[in-house]
């Protein structure tokens, strides 16, 4: 069965500060990746995903993850962060062949990002 | 569009009591589905569906049922509530399409003494 790790469950950060959210899923067939961010009080919303193509994908916003898959990774980066940034951020994975389209989540790393 | 629509918002219950979460879409998605979030342990599927009259259980659907009538509402039925139950609920859609975006509602705060 499908499994995501996010190692870190908090990274707190200052402002203008590289940050990088690691992501690790256990699958060897094809996937479909997610980052979700959940920002207090709301629900989640799509920050980026990865179907195919290019390894590297980016967000309106600044974030930028690459898919390995040799390392089945999909670390989340961005090179300056904002205080607005500060959320809980989930990766998720989605089988191509699962016809149920389910979502598995990781545990969530809450960024905290300080003046 | 209103998108992912959940009620209510907080809830307060006693063990034993039963109770629905309403959850509506109005973006004609055929994928419907509840997750439970508690800390530490990112979101869990409950149940899902992938159209009217189709309902399946996901991770952890012991204590929960579903139905599916219409495209549009997707409850869920709490039928005898337990302080293990005490969690956020978010109902979320998306068009059945593997890879497709899910949208989610703002979530309910159950809490079951």
């Known amino acids: 069965a499908q499994s995501v790790t996010q190692l870190d469950s908090q990274v707190p950060v200052f402002e203008e500060a590289p940050v990088e959210l690691r992501c690790n899923y256990s699958?060897?067939?094809?996937?479909?990746l997610f980052w979700y961010v959940q920002y207090p009080n709301q629900g989640l919303q799509l920050l980026l995903k990865?179907?195919?193509?290019?390894?590297l994908v980016e967000s309106i916003n600044g974030f930028e993850a690459e898919f390995n898959k040799s390392q089945t990774s999909f670390h989340l980066r961005k090179p300056s962060v904002h205080i607005s940034d500060t959320a809980e951020y989930f990766c998720?994975?989605?089988?191509?062949?699962?016809?149920?389209?389910?979502?598995?989540f990781g545990s969530g790393t809450r960024l905290l990002v300080r003046p | 569009n209103a998108g992912v629509t959940q009620t209510p918002k907080f809830q307060v219950l006693k063990t034993g009591q039963s109770m629905t979460l309403q959850c509506a879409q109005d973006?004609?998605?055929?994928?419907m589905s509840w997750y439970r979030q508690d800390p530490g342990m990112g979101l869990r599927l409950i149940h899902y569906?992938?159209?009217?009259?189709?309902?399946d259980q996901g991770e952890v659907p012991n204590g929960y049922n579903v139905s599916r009538s219409t495209t549009e509402d997707f409850p869920l039925r709490l039928l005898s509530a337990a302080p293990s139950q005490t969690s956020v609920y978010f109902c979320?859609?998306?068009?059945?399409?593997?890879?497709?975006?899910?949208?989610f509602g703002p979530g309910t705060r159950l809490t079951v003494l």
């Open positions: 979320a859609s998306s068009y059945s399409i593997a890879g497709d975006t899910q949208y």
């Open positions: 699958s060897s067939v094809s996937v479909y």
């Open positions: 990865y179907l195919s193509g290019s390894t």
């Open positions: 998720a994975v989605s089988d191509h062949k699962d016809s149920s389209y389910k979502l598995i």
């Open positions: 973006m004609n998605h055929e994928y």
């Open positions: 569906s992938v159209g009217a009259g189709i309902t």
